[in-house]
Structures are given as C-alpha cells and as structure tokens.
C-alpha cells in the first residue's frame, strides 16, 4: 500500500511545470518574495553531462540513430534530453478516426531545452480574431495588455531581430541579428522578385554577452542544449535566477496526479506520485500554477475531480480539454543550381533560421482565412544520418559514381515550413479516456482530431508559394503531395507542429471560459494556468514567447493579490 | 573564410562575459570542448583490435563489409565504407533492432541463396562479375518488375545501400569528403561567400 505522506510546510505558491511558464514564474514570484515549490515530472538537468553539443556524429556508436535507431523518430540521438513522441509507461490514447500526436517533455526545462528558439509576437489582429472575421473568438485582453510584456521577456532572455514595421510581425527589443547565410541570400532575392516580405528572423539566441551568458558561438547546434546557454532555455535561464532567491525548492521526478480542492473552496495541496519511489505524496501551498503544458494541464484539472467539480477543477464551464487547436504545418523543398556551385564554407549559423517570411498576405481577401509564416533552412549543414536517403532512392545504383552523386547533392537542398494558424473546431478536443491509466495510475488524455476545410486550403497555398519562390530562385521545386486524404497538401497529423493548445481557455464570461484574463480560474481563485492552456488562439507565430510574456504578467497579478491577501 | 578561434581566445571573451554575471549559474564555454574531449577520450580508451561482430556470423560480417565497400568504396578521393565504419555501425544497429535483422540478416541470407542458385556458390565465393552481375540486378527497383523473383533482392540492397550511406556519411572521412566546415567555435558568423549566378 502506498503511504500518502503529508508535507509539513505550506508554501506560498507551487508550480506544476518547469517549462516556458513555469520557469518564467518561479522566477517572478519567487524575485517578488513569495516561497515556491516546483514539480517536475523528470530528472534534474545536467547540461555539462546530457548536452551533446560540438559532438561528431561518429563519435556515437550509434551515429546519431540511437539504440536499435529509435532515436531517428524523436530528431535524432543528438536532441537535448528527454522529449518524445512516446513515453514508456505513459501512454495517450486517439480516437477512432482521428490523428494526433504528443511530444511530450520530461526533464527539468521541459520543451524549452528542444525548441526551435523562434520568438515571434502576436499581433494586435491576433487578439481579435472574430471582430475582424467572425471566426473563432476574441481574446479578453489586447496586444497593448501583452506588448509591455513581450518588452520584459525578450529584453531578459535576449531575442535577435530587426525593426521592420510589419504589421503582421510587431517588432520587439531585439539584439542584433547574424548575417545571411547563402542558402538565406538565394531566398531573400527571390521572395523580393515575387512580393513576398522576407526579413530577418527572430530567435531567442543570444548575438552577443547577455545578462551574464555568453554571445552565441554559430556552430548550429541549439537542439542539442547549449552548454554556454547562448540560447534560451527555462532550465538554464529561468530556473536559476529562482534559485538565486533561496526561496525556491525544485522536486524532480514528481508527477502531479490531482489538485486537492480543500474545505475553503480553494485548492489546498498537490497529490503527486514521487516516481523514484512510487509513493503517492502532498504538497500544501496557498496558491499554485499549472503550467505542465497545455494539454497536461488540462489532463491534471480534469484529474481533479471533487463534489463541487465533478467534471474537474474549475470546470464549471465545461470548456477544458475544448478548442484545441495546433499550428497548420506543410513543408516541402526544392534543389538550388547556385548552391552546387559554392565553395565549401562554413554555413551553420545559430541553430535556426537568420531570415524567416512572416504572413505577408494581410492586405487582400485570400481563400482562407488567417495567415501563415515561412521558415527555411538547408545549404552546407553538418551531415546526419537519413540525410542522402532519398539521393540513394532516387539514383540506386552504387559505386563511386553513387558516392560522386551524394557529394553533388550535398548543400544544394533548401527547404521550406509552413507555420499557419488553425481555427478552432468542435470535432478537435482532449478528454480523460475512461478505460486507460499510466503506470503511476494516472488516467490518460484521449485525442480527437479534425482539420476543417480553411487548414487545407492554407496549406495547399504554402504549397503554391514554396514552389513560386524556389522557381523565382532559378531552383526546381522537387515536393510533391496528395491533393485530398488526411495529409492533402502535406498537411501534418493534429500535434505535430508541437504548438498544441487552447484546452483551458481564458475569457471574460465564465460561462464559456475557465480563466480569466490573468489565467486565473473563474471558480477558484488560487489556481492559475499560464501555460498556453489559456490561449484562445493560435496563431501563425510559435506560441513560447507568448506564453512566458502571458506568465510574466499573471504571475505579478498573482504577487499583486497575494500581497493584498486576496488568495 | 570561416573564422576558428583559438582556446585562448575563448576563455578571453568568456572571462568578459561572466564578470559581467550577476545572477546566472553560467555553464562556461570550455565544457563544450571538454564533452567534445571526453567523448574521444572514452573512444581512444577500448584498445584497438578487429571489431568482433555482435549479431552477423564471421562469414555474413564478410560477406556485410564486402557489400558496404562496393556501395561507397574508396577511390582516388577518399577512404570507402570499410573506414568509415560503416559496416560495425550497421552491425551494432542490426543487433539491437527486428526490423533491421530481418531485413540485412535475412537480406544476405537471400544474396547466398540465390548466388548458390545462380551460380552453385555463396556470393563471396563468386567471382567478380558473377557478384557484378547480381548486384547489377538487385540494385534497380525496375529489374524486380521485369523479374519478380528479384524483389526481395532489390528491397534489401535499398535498405543497405541507405544505412550504408548513414554510415559512411556520418563518418570523419564522409564529413571531409563532403567539405563540410563547422560545429566550430565562431566569434562572429561571417555570413554568404559570393553566389554564383544560378
């Protein structure tokens, strides 16, 4: 029989999550005075041990496949640990008929130790999606309520950039950002030939010493983690500064299974299963933050099911686990004869994009509605396993002739990824499925799955616009997808793009909305979810600016009324 | 035109950078190049000596690295598949994975097989364009749909020839004899050479 054992200490707040939000609130809140202790579902990080950075490929046994080439499904063996698409002993469920995948994160930082570092701002559109064209809904707040916190986020975790006055891509603070790379100079010629606004791109990578960390040193590699932290990642820059406080207690390996509604009304305690020794154990605070990821949150709070919330904490509405929603994503790519004429040079870069194609199609009546951004990389990259796949496909054969072909093909390939915003749709949601738990007894999330008519019309466009701007470049487009089926237009599964969210939407009525609009739950006051849970949209722009911006604000909310006693 | 930076030069301009720090647990800049240092140390440490195959039999690991070194083999511009590893890269993989067994294991099951068929000898055994001849058929996806007898042949050779290619590309001399520059230590990029007109 597992002991529940009782923690004797209160704290002021605890935080599910160590992630983008979690991070950002340890940091506010524990700087803001308030003692804070945090559950992380995976290990302590060790960047010095677990990153793989400046690691040659065959300098692993494996070459970058992993163990019996598992590691090829989750980006490769050189990935910064632990995320995945499956978890061992912590299973999810889809539904009959749809599609859908998790990448799920278990280690101190969460997915910000894998992201792409791209940092973009929603526009002041991006709040008022219905006012301006009747779909989906308006947010409760306005760019003008986030941009003072777009302001405070990238100027603390240093974010590169240009000021370009577009008015789908506001413009932060932003840090200088690195030259071109060839691959970048052949697009940026070509986008401005056919009209399209390609501009410099803007990562959470550091061009130069910032805030104690160290300038980037361009070898390409952020995916790994970095060891300098030159990019930005929870663990490495969030966490530490609330460790520097000494308020702040980090449990590892604690999966939080229920948020424990107590007498009051408000929440009272975390129930957590300490894996290291599979006991279910108690952590009291007077206030608490979700932020596990948004779909994990939405699975705790419906975990959490009391007399009063039968259908989970602070879901009187009925809305969690509703509008879910994940970045639009098609790629495709195409062969470049200016680049087989380079010379070899050094082409890595910042671990990212120097040059992106924000939506630039604003202005006119499109066959969709919404937008979408480009990214594109390729060019002179360190070579990796599955990279000459399809050149063996393609040419069969072997010999030195075989080996000449993969060298000429080699550098020449850009390709190209479309990031579009989903509109919100019934058929789309998570819920607890009943027959299945995880192997700490946690019932688990089903999906279900649909994309309505406007995503395939969006990504069918990208398609188009892929192929114009390879042509303007004198380059041969070489994708080719189905026009109809799940994956028409190369339209990716549901969770694919990794920007799942939406399941614990903010909003002013509560009837239709379980948070507020500084994340705070309509029915009880001392939880919050500032991940991007609470988003009501989704955006053409990666969701993980926006979520620390969102968490700065409502963590100093949360500061705010903890100091008036209101919690 | 890429621009490496010496040691020295690192530990300068980190020096900077963390006399500047304040609150931050910085992880210096000198790690990186020791997890780089400790990897190789760790490779440099099991003594050299033929590698001992962990799922092939000596005969079929034979018969694995003759196939890899006729896929890539060395010429006048670089080593082939043999020193590049490939063939214990494929053999560590094989012995860990089903899938991977059934196919390359069972894939050269089936290349003696048929030699023994075709020409009353396993492949390694065969002389040079007799093992030219099969090759030359297994190795093109249309031979199989004028013979069909063949498409088993042809499915592995292009798992082979793909995992080869894993292998050799991955490799310190695949590295170099793509040109490839970089995972470097770079105080500045220093951006796009001239581009040829396309």
Redesign the interface.
Known sequence: MAQITRSPKVYDVCIIGSGASGGTAAKILTEGGLSVVMLEAGPPLN??KD???????????????G???KAAENFGEFLAPDGAWEIDGEPYTVAAGSRFRWFRSRIVGGRTNHWGRIALRFAPVDFKSRSTDGMGDDWPIAYEDVAPYYDKVESYIGVFGTKENVSSAPDGVFLSP?????T???IKKACDKIGVICIPSRLAVITQ?H?????C?????CGRGC???SNFSSS??MI??A??TDRFTLLTGAMAREIVLGKSGKAEAVSYIDKATRTEKKVYAKAFVVGASACESARLLLNSKSTQFADGLANSSGVIGRYLTDSVGSSGGGV???LT??????????GGMHMYMPWWKFDRKNEFLRGYHIEFGGG??????????A???YN?????S???K??DV??TYIGYAGRGEMIPNEHSYCEIDPNTVDEWGIPVLRFHWQWSDNEIKMARDMQQTFRQITEA???TYVTNTATDGPNAYGIEDGGVIIHELGVVRMGNNPKTSALNSFCQAHDVKNVFVMDAASFVSNPDKNPTLTIMALTWRASEYLLDEAKKGNL | MSRGISRRSILKSLGMGVAASSVLRVIPLQAAEHAHHMVAAEKAASPVKAYAPKYFSAHQYKTLQKLCQTIFPADSDSGGAIEAGAPEFIDLLTSESNEYQQVLGGGIMWLDNTCIDRYDKVYLDCSPEQQKEILDKIAYRKNAVTDVSLSQGVEFFSFLRKITADGFFTSEIGIKYLGYIGSAFLTEFPGCPPVPEA
């Open positions: 960047p010095e990153f793989k950075e400046h690691v040659w490929p065959y300098q692993l046994p494996h070459r970058g496949l163990v019996a080439g690195p030259k071109p790379r060839c970048e100079t052949i010493a805030n104690g960390r160290a300038a040193h361009y070898c390409g590699q060891i300098s932290a490495q820059v530490p500064s460790e520097q470049f004869p200016q004429k380079m010379p070899p040079h050094n082409h890595d870069g910042v002179r990259t360190l070579p990796g396993a599955g990279e000459f796949h050149v063996c496909e069969e054969g072997y010999g030195s075989l080996k000449k993969c060298k080699y550098g470049a004198g380059g």
